[in-house]
């Protein structure tokens, strides 16, 4: 029987339009959760997905690509509306990417300083770590601008800040509220020195492991920027995509249910204004500077190559009308195990590694959890070619050491390449190791140096995948993520050519079935020693 869901506009009930009225975001968070969403007995799975495209405020059609990826996550949503940390009504949306940032964390802070001073009415961010550094400095001295400017205007600006600086105080609340007084040790203003900003922080994490992961900034609800880097220092290649239209409304609904707490303000000032056209005009270019001071932001490496010209910081989008987008998320899950799979997250992620039809491309720091791996492993038996940058080294004690984290990346890949080997299909298994664009070999995690925080996924060239999720036990199973899917060929395909372009990986990085590289060149030791500092990129 051909069964036809009803559309989806009659999915009304969001939290951010509830929270407009009453300013209850707990309140009004279980309201929506307990709604029945979609009939439990529909297959969301086996309907049209023309039907399918009904659940979503899309401009059009999407791919079927995109509707099958999305019929996966909507069947997580049927199953547990709250794994979504997010109105299903907002889940299938649309929206604009004016910029991509594919370099290190200064130029993606610049982009967090330009877009804060000129708010004109609120500024949410979230992000996991918080630290004392040139990051936060960014959006110290952004935030100081602002209170000046409005200021002279008459004018006063709300400024929400969620972070997750693991505390004592978590092991008895989730969340909390600093006080004016903590503010100072957190690297921000003092309230007497902003008295036209009404700044408030809440810190929210589930212990023992229910990380708040997302990486997320909404200025005047008009714009939203979606990273994977956190405010502090590393000497990281991180991604972040500037995004305008309706997405942004999605992700405010996001930010409210991640927030949760009763906020001082008694209105957010664009709680009733969703986003409404794109602006595409408001972005300043960084600075140009050499390739070795803008990657020298940790310890210092001597560059090994030439600069061929290609690295472009920011990206600048070819201008396009709205396309398809979905915000698909995890939630934070405290229990220790690897229970929490059903989520829209890893719904989507498997679902694209399942049904792709040529290729699939992922970028991730550390690439071991169970999921993946064989999902991965299945599809080059299908003969798709997935092709893998990774990390070396990358947070080997905790996820080589630690019970139940999945291994190291050296390990796992020696392990996906004997399993494909053994029905010779390893040639479908494209590995790589990051390369920074100043280097001809990787350089060990460990050295601080040249990293990569990159979190990107792309299937046959027209649907990706971009925010805080790592391809790790951590994000698949406790963290809670923020990620938007995009349907778009030309995005897709201009976020590739960053990819090629942007590093060295494609050109020197591939490693055989032995885990030699390629190009016959010799991967660096690991140097002695454990190195858990958080602030060398330790644990988190």
């Known amino acids: ?79 547990n509306p709250e794994t979504g940390v997010i109105s299903p009504a907002l889940i299938g949306t649309n929206g604009v990417v004016p910029l991509t940032v594919l370099s290190t964390i200064p130029d993606i802070m610049q982009h967090y300083h330009n877009t804060i001073k000129n708010a004109q009415y609120e500024v949410l961010l979230a992000t996991n770590a918080w630290e004392p550094s040139l990051s936060c400095e960014h959006v110290t001295l952004a935030i100081r601008e602002l209170n000046e400017r409005a ?8 400024v929400k800040i969620l972070v997750d600086t693991l505390t004592l105080r978590n092991t008895f609340h989730d969340r909390f509220v600093y006080k004016p007084e903590e503010y100072e040790k957190l690297g921000l203003p003092q309230i ?18 229910g990380t708040f992961h997302g990486k997320f900034l909404i200025v005047d609800r008009t714009v939203a920027l979606v990273n994977s880097n956190n405010v502090n220092m590393r000497s990281n290649m991180e991604l ?12 405010y609904d996001t930010f409210l249910i991640s927030w949760r707490e009763p906020m001082s303000h008694s209105r957010l000032p664009c709680i009733d204004t969703p986003a409404q056209e794109p602006l595409w005009n408001h972005i300043q270019e960084p600075k140009r500077i050499s390739l070795a001071e803008r990657f020298n932001t940790g310890e210092e490496a001597k560059s090994t190559c030439e600069d061929d010209g290609k690295f472009v910081p920011y990206f600048f989008h070819e201008k396009h009308d ?49 999921p993946v791996v064989n999902a991965v492993i299945e599809a080059c038996k299908r003969d798709i070619i997935v092709t893998l940058f990774v990390n070396i080294g990358f ?22 390449m004997k399993k494909l080997q053994a029905v010779n299909k390893e040639q479908n298994l494209h590995y790589y190791w990051y390369i920074a664009k100043d280097q001809d070999v990787p350089i060990q995690f460990q050295q601080s140096a040249r ?60 490693i055989d079935c032995h885990g030699r590289l390629v190009s016959g060149e010799k991967i660096p030791p690991k140097s002695h020693g454990l190195h858990l500092s958080r602030s060398k990129g330790g644990f988190l």
């Open 395 to 416: 947070n080997d004690f905790s996820e080589g050491m630690v019970p139940f984290q999945g291994g190291t990346n050296e390990h796992v890949a020696r392990k996906m």
């Open 1 to 79: 029987m051909n069964i036809t869901p009803p559309p989806a506009n009659t999915l009304v009930d969001t939290v951010t339009t509830l929270v407009a009225q009453s300013n209850n975001i707990k309140q009004e968070e279980k309201r929506v959760f307990a709604q029945s969403t979609f009939d439990p007995t529909i297959n969301l799975r086996e309907l049209p997905l023309d039907s399918v495209a009904t659940f979503g405020k899309f401009p059009y059609r999407p791919s079927d690509t995109f509707l099958t990826i999305y019929a996966a996550v909507l069947e997580a949503i049927q199953k």
């Open 322 to 370: 709205p396309v398809p987008m979905a915000v698909v998320n995890r939630r934070a899950y405290a229990t220790p195990g690897h229970s929490d799979l059903l989520t829209p997250q890893n719904a989507a992620w498997l679902a694209a590694l399942q049904n792709a039809k040529r290729e699939v491309f992922i970028q991730s720091p550390v690439f071991n959890a169970k």
């Open 151 to 158: 200021g002279i205007q008459g004018r006063k600006v709300v």
């Open 240 to 251: 972040m995509c500037h995004f305008e239209g309706d997405i942004v409304n999605s992700l």
């Open 451 to 510: 990293n990569c925080h990159v979190k990107f996924m792309q299937v046959d060239g027209e649907v990706g995948i971009m925010g805080s999720g790592n391809m790790d036990t951590q994000s698949w199973f406790h963290s809670e993520e923020v990620n938007v899917m995009v349907d778009s060929k030309q995005i897709v395909q201009e976020w590739m050519l960053l990819m090629s372009n942007n590093q060295n990986t494609l050109k020197y990085g591939r």
């Open 192 to 209: 007497e020195e902003i008295p036209n900003i009404d700044l408030e922080i809440v810190n929210y994490h589930k212990s023992p492991l």
